[in-house]
């Protein structure tokens, strides 16, 4: 529906988040550049690893925090970043990550210590944490009829599964060409643009609430996702029997707990328990954080596979990834058409198996494989199931929630895809390296080390398989039903309508 019948048909006021006679693929175009800077940083580091332990002389633990260190506070402010989009305007805590995000980025690529480098990252986390919400409540805060927001929620999921496979591809093409640095210095001319954006085209979004933020329950929150993925990056590296990894991990229990008992007796939750009763959002959540697990996981075990088993350069790990990032957008493409006709349900069940199909496939992996029939159709086939499940699973978890609370449902659409992507790596590297190290009793280096690869990627593929059999819960038919019902709303939507 264009732009001029919605407002031909409602009474409403040009949405708040966008500034008057701009048209909605402004947002749209802001919200997918600011989450392919997110999710890109998520992964493009990875196969820039060993250039950045070479060039700085890092240690194995300072290495390990290049990633886990970004993941960590990107995961641990999500929830931060998207209440405060609520209270305070969107605008605000948007261009506080458009400054945030590419200043850091420029810090870490210039750093020549390795702990100016682990800082810079962390504090990119930050920023990062102030962008991901924000850049999906700014689309569902400015779209009132039901099949653009649909349409431009397509557009950003699949931005989303995009970015995290562009990853490796461009980090291997620019550690290759440049240096490691530039997988940093890459993030600096997006950042402008997009605070420059915020300036001209947004404005404040803030309207008639006054409430405080729920500092208390944020510092529970964000503490105990940060003691949480702390606690399981050192049962990766030291054990799970480490004295790290159980007060972290004892810590994250009590501080979650803690969290709970806020959001229950505060006047102004960070989270509401309210928007957690509807099923849908709840499964939502559970299906989003398997993607972010399977993500996450798959690209970091695949570029370790082809470095250091197959001998790839960063260069050629790079391009091995290219066929599946567009594998990623003609899914995005195939679950937008169907969307209408099958619903999201039966798009997440058919995705789940899929993906679940194309994981175990790599789970065969051999010491010395054939690309195309060990490592490009298995993930064409497991790219492919999770691409078209991005777009469902979003639509899922943003149908039916009040406007108000658009911050607080894609902060935690976002954290439980960063905090399944951090969860889920530490507890796969931990297996993979249990496999490991047992198999080296009997076996060579390499043969054990893929064993142990092997072993993790069917632990995956399995968590695939529970995730689309668990979207069977889901209501069948929802995206069909709602296409029924494009007329525009104000505080409430066509699905909570019906």
């Known amino acids: 529906m264009s732009e001029a019948r919605v407002a031909a048909t409602s009474p409403v006021l040009p949405p ?135 349409h431009a929620l397509s557009l950003w999921s699949m931005m989303g599964g995009v970015a995290g496979l562009a990853g490796v591809v461009l980090g291997g093409v620019l550690t290759a060409e440049l240096s490691w640095r530039w997988v940093l210095f890459v993030n600096v001319p997006p950042g402008v643009v997009l605070f420059v954006a915020g300036v001209m085209f947004l404005r404040s979004s803030v309207g008639t609430q006054r409430t405080q933020l729920d500092l208390p329950g944020a510092l529970c929150v964000t503490l105990g996702i940060g003691a949480l993925t702390y606690g399981l990056s050192e049962a990766s590296a030291q054990g799970w029997d ?59 075990f695949l570029s370790l596979y082809c470095q250091q088993v197959l001998g790839y350069s960063a260069l050629r790990t790079g391009m091995a990834m290219l066929p599946v990032t567009v594998v990623f957008i003609i899914g995005g493409i195939t679950a937008r058409q169907l969307m209408p006709v099958v619903g999201p349900r039966n798009l997440l069940v058919a995705g789940g198996l899929l993906a679940a199909a194309g994981i175990a496939w790599l789970g065969t992996l051999p010491t010395h494989s054939a690309y195309v029939s060990h490592i490009l159709l298995p993930n064409l086939v497991g790219g492919f199931g999770i ?78 398989l529970i995730a689309g059999l668990a979207a069977l819960a889901l209501p069948a038919m929802a995206a069909a039903k709602e296409e029924k019902s494009p007329e525009p709303f104000e505080g409430q939507t066509a699905a909570t309508r019906t």
């Open 16 to 150: 708040p988040v966008l500034r008057p006679n701009l048209p909605l693929g402004v947002v749209v175009a802001m919200s997918c550049l600011a989450l392919f800077m997110v999710v890109l940083d998520s992964t493009i580091v990875t196969v820039a690893l060993p250039d950045m332990r070479a060039g700085l002389g890092m240690s194995t633990d300072q290495q390990q925090w290049v990633v886990s260190g970004y993941l960590l506070t990107l995961g641990g402010f999500l929830l931060l970043a998207a209440r405060a989009g609520d209270l305070f305007g969107h605008k605000r805590v948007y261009l506080f990550g458009a400054v945030v995000f590419p200043v850091a980025s420029l810090i870490g690529g210039l750093a020549t210590d390795p702990i100016v480098l682990i800082v810079a990252r962390i504090v990119q986390g930050a920023g990062a944490a102030a962008l991901a919400p924000t850049s999906l409540s700014l689309i569902t805060a400015s779209h009132t009829d039901e099949r653009e927001r649909e």
């Open 242 to 300: 480490s004295p790290n990894t159980v007060v972290s991990l004892v810590a994250a229990v009590i501080l979650g707990a803690a969290f709970l008992w806020v959001e229950a007796r505060g006047s102004h939750p960070l989270i509401p328990l309210d928007l957690l009763r509807p099923r849908t959002l709840r499964i939502a959540n559970l299906l989003m954080f398997c993607l972010g697990v399977t993500l996450t996981a798959l690209l970091f």
């Open 387 to 464: 691409s078209i499940m991005l777009l469902a699973v979003t639509i899922s978890g943003t149908a039916g929630v009040d406007p108000k609370n658009a911050g607080a449902a894609s902060g935690l659409l976002n954290t439980s895809r960063q905090i399944g992507g951090a969860v889920g790596l530490a507890v796969l590297v931990t297996v993979a390296s249990r496999v490991t190290s047992h198999a080296s009793q009997n076996k060579g280096h390499l043969d054990a080390l893929v064993q142990g690869y092997r072993i993790a990627l069917l632990v995956n593929g399995g968590l695939m």
